[in-house]
């Protein structure tokens, strides 16, 4: 299994609030992601990096921001939650190459009151 | 853009073959993953096909038609651990490594 770890696991917040979630590796791998998974929406592209300190954003990147300042760390923060944004929140890494398979983190369920 | 349909809900018995479909449009391909995840649980890499056939991995195999914009994922002597949702994903060319999920089917291992 990949080395990945997510922190916190579960989070409860109020709306209005600011979050941040941590997904650490220790693989070295070259490229980081941060999906939302919703009932039947499936895994949603937030934002994803593919580097330190290069970040781009996916599919569903309004209301989030990313930071990638150490290979090992990506952070999510929520400036200002709302209760849209409560969810299931993985991490995911990949390393170049030519299959570049993503591996995933446990996970986070955040609930925003 | 991607639009990638799978089956919601799929039921089997214990100990058969059972075939999740998935079907997807893009307007460039560059590979097709299928992960395994269990309730309240991260999901897990399955296979990967990049090129038309079949991928054979112990009980699960994955086959793809690039021209039909098709993939299956075959399951052989199921067994109840094997009660899961299955996610295709794929990637489009060009898109940075990005995967476009679908929703997932969630199958249920019968006794």
């Known amino acids: 299994d990949a080395g990945i770890t997510q922190s916190p696991r579960h989070k409860v917040t109020e709306t209005g609030t600011p979050v941040t979630l941590r997904c650490h590796q220790t693989?070295?791998?070259?490229?980081m992601y941060w999906y939302r998974q919703d009932p039947g929406h499936g895994l949603r592209l937030i934002h994803y990096s593919y580097g330190v300190k290069d970040t781009d954003k996916g599919e569903v990147s309004d209301g989030y921001s990313v930071s990638r300042s150490k290979t090992e760390d990506f952070l999510l923060t929520l400036e200002s939650a709302t209760s849209s944004q409560t969810s299931v929140y993985f991490c995911?890494?990949?390393?170049?190459?030519?299959?570049?398979?993503?591996?995933f983190g446990p996970g986070t369920r955040l609930l925003v009151l | 853009g991607q639009n990638i349909d799978q089956p919601t809900e799929m039921t089997a018995t214990e100990g058969a073959i059972v075939q999740i479909n998935c079907t997807y449009q893009t307007s460039g391909f560059n590979g097709l993953f299928w992960y395994q995840q269990h309730a309240g649980e991260a999901p897990t890499f399955l296979s990967y096909?990049?090129?038309?056939g079949l991928e054979e991995k112990g009980r699960f195999s994955s086959f793809l038609s690039r021209s039909k914009g098709y993939s299956y994922l075959l399951l052989k002597e199921l067994q109840m651990k094997d009660s899961a949702s299955y996610l295709c994903a794929v990637r489009e060319a060009g898109s940075a490594r990005q995967l476009t999920f679908g929703s997932g089917t969630q199958l249920t291992v019968l006794p």
């Open positions: 693989e070295n791998h070259r490229y």
């Open positions: 096909n990049v090129l038309d």
């Open positions: 995911a890494i990949s390393q170049r190459g030519r299959q570049e398979t993503q591996y």
